[in-house]
């Protein structure tokens, strides 16, 4: 089949391209930045389209001549009026395929706890807005699925974060609310059979099991073998409670506020007639989901993580001109390119930034009580990294493997910020050129900038130092991620790693 996929660079997405590819379908992605794939292992098996969904002109022709596509993507990440967004994507998508003559849309969507008018959260009722409007003018399938369990998936990062980080806990009532959970796995499953159904099915639920979501943090516990005492009190509270998910875990307040709203009401779909219609997919269980999770997470096999997905947001790039203050630093070092490389691009999550970690903890903590990400979103793997995906508070803006790296702060400063390295081959060594860059907004961007003046100096000189003698460690074989005894598989995400938390 030659099939559509929006939202490739998403958590789904990147994972159901491949699958597909691996069943021989041809593969056409659309993409507001085509720099975003330039990691992923299928980039030179897809035919790209550059093309955004909040721009009904660039979706001229995108479904024209193929045999089915998938709408996977939504605004949340997005920040703002996420609902009016995700509206107007969905609209402009229906004008575009129907002039195609799109044959089949499979959309994934969520379960909903009842009448869509009477759901409290936001976000599942924006779901199945996108969901009618999609039924409505297209021949659709809309798969509705609870929390994806995965590694790397929202939901799981918030159970894993939660139960491993507090012995203890007093819990608003939602907490024994029944949800559905699906593992990753099977919710591609039933994605990838319903495009190949080839007709459209309407509304199916999907899912095992229902569970508490009391019931998934022990479920997690008893897995890692891990004592945890559970205590609801007759409260709702779920803005309080995104709050607090936001300082516990990776997951910024803006994206768990929704998730937690997800919860306050019973989420139980019927999944019999999914099952009847594809009857050899048979749903794991959500003990053996977490299990499989925790093995990708132990050994580094993340394709993909929640906070690869950049929202709708308008995507920036480092431009050389005036406007922006540099802090240029530089060494001579005695290793290859390669291992200087290495050593730069290997900062982040586990590794920490080598010098006064504390201070960018403290530096994340602020910026959560703010609503930005924080430095908890860790790296997908603790040595690859890929174009657009995230490392703690920094987005990977660019990328030249052996040469350069440039990351993108998105934590909440006054203006653009950027920290760059760069290894150019000098007389049998290497020039390590490292820059810190800000372009500010206003006043208080150039005062921000210049209050951390003597801060960033002392910093950034310790560190520039610091990736020099970790260059040398690893050219030496000494590095424990590089060196004959690592295993840059291991522990690719932030903490808590689980072979370290206490019981």
Known sequence: ??????????YIGGRLVQRLLDRGHEIRILVRDPRRILGRNWKDRVDVRKGDLSDAAT?????K?????????????????????????????????????????????????????ETHSEHLRSRAEVGRILREGLPTTELRAGPIIGSGSASFEMVRYLTERLPAMVAPRWIRNEVQPIAVRDILAYLIQSAEHGEPLGVLDVGTDPLTFQEMMEGYAQVRGLRRYIIPVPILAPRLAGLWVGLVTPIPHDIALPLVEGVVQPVVGDPARGREIFPDIRPISYLRAVELALERIETGAVPTRWSGALGVGATFEYEDREGIVREV???????????????????GGNRGWLVWNTAWWARGILD????????RRGRRHPTELQQGEAVDFWRVEAIEPGS???????????????????????????????SALFAPAGLFGVLYWYSLFFAHAFIFSHMIDAVGAL???????????YGPAGDAGRMATTEPPSSRTSR
């Open 404 to 434: 350069l790296l440039r990351l993108r702060a998105e934590m909440r400063v006054p203006g653009r910020a950027w920290l760059q390295w760069e290894a150019v081959p000098e007389a049998g060594g290497t020039r390590l050129v490292q």
């Open 471 to 481: 260059a040398l460690r690893i050219h030496r074989g000494e590095d424990p991620l």
């Open 1 to 10: 089949m030659r099939i559509l996929v929006t939202g490739a660079t998403g």
């Open 59 to 63: 979706l001229e022709g995108v479904t």
């Open 368 to 375: 959560q009580l703010f609503g930005g990400p924080g430095i």
């Open 65 to 117: 001549g193929v045999d089915a596509a998938f709408y996977l993507v939504h605004s949340m990440y997005g920040g703002g009026d996420f609902a009016r967004k995700d509206r107007e994507a969905a609209d402009n998508f229906v004008a575009a395929a129907s002039a195609d003559g799109l044959p089949l849309l499979v959309y994934l969507g969520g379960i909903m706890p009842g009448p869509e008018a």
């Open 329 to 347: 630093r530089t060494r001579k070092i005695e290793a290859p390119p390669e291992a200087v490389f290495q050593a730069f691009a290997s900062l």
